[in-house]
């Protein structure tokens, strides 16, 4: 049980910040992302925010204009890590001021 990767999108699927806690090639890194930001981007606000995708669970919620992504594994409880993503958004907040993707 355990992250995999934690991802930043703005609402026009370019990324703004990624970290793999797994060796993934650059081009395997690339086609993930791809897959994954089309996926949780597609999805209506009335969907919920579990998506499973290859051997991943994927648990994503959007702050204004930035999706946090993360990918963990199929065992892992998705409202510790919605409870996660909070806390991430919290602390980026009051560390840089507004966290907004500035395109």
Do not use: P, W
Request: hydrophobic residues 40%; contains cysteine.
């Amino acid at each position: 049980m355990a992250i995999r990767f934690v991802l930043l999108v703005n609402k026009q699927g370019q990324t703004r910040l990624a970290q793999y806690y797994e060796y993934l090639t650059l081009e395997e890194r690339r086609a993930l992302e791809g897959e994954i930001v089309r996926k949780c981007l597609a999805r209506t606000e009335s969907q919920c925010s579990f998506v499973e995708h290859r051997n991943y669970k994927v648990i994503y919620r959007r702050y204004a204009s930035l999706f946090f992504l993360v990918g963990v594994d199929s065992e892992e409880n998705e409202l510790a890590i919605l409870e996660f993503i909070h806390c991430l958004v919290e602390t980026m907040d009051r560390y840089f001021g507004n966290v907004v993707s500035l395109s």
